[in-house]
């Protein structure tokens, strides 16, 4: 057909996709269609709309580097993100709640021994984790590498801030559990941090009067065969954004509350240098199977 | 509210958007929400899907240069601008047809006098076109720009050829009609061609098993103060993609007869080298208002 009536050309880009070769992408694409042109059609999108939503998602691609994913902070403050979190963990059978992974993953990191201080040379209030990883039947799992990231008290990661390439990671390590299950790490305290707002996304929030804010939390990504990846965080009890997170990802059972101590010796028995604080947390993890996440960042899709 | 079930989360994110400023805004962020959650939940989207559409998106905004535009494209091939062309486009009332911006416009062109010729240097068979500017009535509209472009002999815009930034623009000028609302220029018959197949648009085209061509044209954007801008192209009767175009832009009354002439002397009195093909074209508009559209291009972005 050479001419569409508008009421004809969904149709017809539906139809231009029959030949799609694999049948999932033939679905999710014509899906697509039909939702972006119901879009189109129910908010009778002006040309100079279209003109700025091409130019926003172009700026979107372009703002995204080796150590940024501005698309992934576009989902995440969109909800889109949880939601595709949602529904691919409908029963969780007492498997621990899962949450964004953010755009902040960079990728595997660097293998750490246990006890280790992913914080040199920050300042901060000290803080020591202990966590464990088991099965649904709490029985644990040895050998399980857990990859854990978080900001710094400024509310910045290391790859936000200057000199990244050069300095290498900080706040960003991986840990493997022992026999038991275990594995234990020092760091600071991470803090509540507003997403990068010097981008589209922030030009988003500003123009929604939304306020930019995540409540504090460490991320973790554990990542054992024979078992669901598990993409999560541990938020702190008493954050005052637990209740308005800009990514709609707290999940109740996620919350912890953290112990400040003032005990002279850390669990692992060596001294500590002042009061801090103890997180901790059990991961339960669902059999299944899955790849863990590969970092989406820009260089990578080059 | 801290956490949310699947159900509650859409209606969470809409609320959050409620303090924004302006209201259409407003309302195309709340819809583009509503729009996009249903897409996750009919299509029960995978966290690998998301993966690869963070990353497909991500690319495309990469793909964008100071003379190309990856995500217009994308629109186009998914058939989005011609509906944002339907839909705002809906009563005519005898004006010219409109059709799809495309990927190529660099904005405003550089003015030419009458009779130039815009394809100075390049291998094609030899083209006159004459055209005319109106309003409704077939008055004559004099002084207005007219930015014309298509591509060349071997389907490529200059845009898109090595040294181009040095070369500057070849089969694209902008001319001011006469007082009898006439302008006319030289040039070469263009040709059928692939849209650009090396970035992610190519890769979707690939995947659907299209084929990527649109059928030979000439751009045309008239912007006359007082009328709608009128952005559209003359296609070339009897070319064999004009039933399948890829971006879903033919309309019929936009296809004209192009004439082989072999009078020794072109229209404006000049000899011609050889036999030559004469596009005659009438463009009326309707009256209105709205600016010409700006080129949406990385480096403008930046």
């Not at 990191?109 to 280790?116: L, S, V, Y």
């Not at 589209?200 to 123009?207: K, Q």
């Amino acid at each position: 057909m050479r001419q569409f009536e508008e009421s004809e050309l969904t149709d017809e880009v539906i139809r231009s996709l029959d030949e799609t070769s694999n049948p999932r992408l033939k679905l999710l694409l014509q899906e697509l269609v039909r939702s972006l042109h119901d879009y189109v059609r129910r908010t009778g999108l002006t040309f100079e709309e279209w003109e700025k939503a091409i130019d926003f998602l172009t700026r979107t691609g372009q703002k995204c580097t080796p150590s940024r994913q501005e698309f992934i902070l576009l989902s995440d403050v969109l909800g889109i993100s949880m939601l595709v979190d949602a529904v691919n963990h409908r029963e969780r059978d007492g498997a621990t709640e899962t949450t964004v992974l953010g755009p902040f993953y960079v990728g595997e990191h660097k293998p750490m021994p246990h006890g280790a201080d992913i914080s040199e040379g920050l300042e901060g209030e000290r803080m020591y984790v202990e966590a464990r990883v088991t099965d649904l039947g709490g029985r644990p799992l040895g050998g399980v590498p857990v990859d854990v990231w978080h900001a710094d008290d400024d509310g910045f990661y290391d790859s936000q801030k200057p000199g990244y390439e050069e300095k290498g990671p900080s706040l960003r390590a991986r840990f493997v559990t022992d026999g038991d299950g275990r594995l234990a790490f020092r760091s600071i305290l991470p803090c509540s941090y507003p997403i990068p707002i010097d981008g589209p996304v922030g030009e988003l929030i500003l123009a929604t009067r939304r306020h930019p804010m995540r409540p504090a939390h460490v991320h973790f990504l554990v990542a054992a065969p024979g078992y669901e990846p598990l993409i999560t965080h541990v938020f702190i009890e008493g954050d005052k954004y637990l209740d308005s997170d800009v990514v709609f990802g707290v999940k109740n059972e996620l919350v912890s509350k953290i112990e400040l101590r003032d005990d002279p010796q850390m669990p692992d028995g060596r001294a500590a240098s002042g009061p801090w604080h103890l997180m901790t947390y059990e991961f339960r993890l669902k059999p299944g199977h899955g790849t863990a996440p590969k970092p989406m960042l820009a260089s990578a899709a080059e």
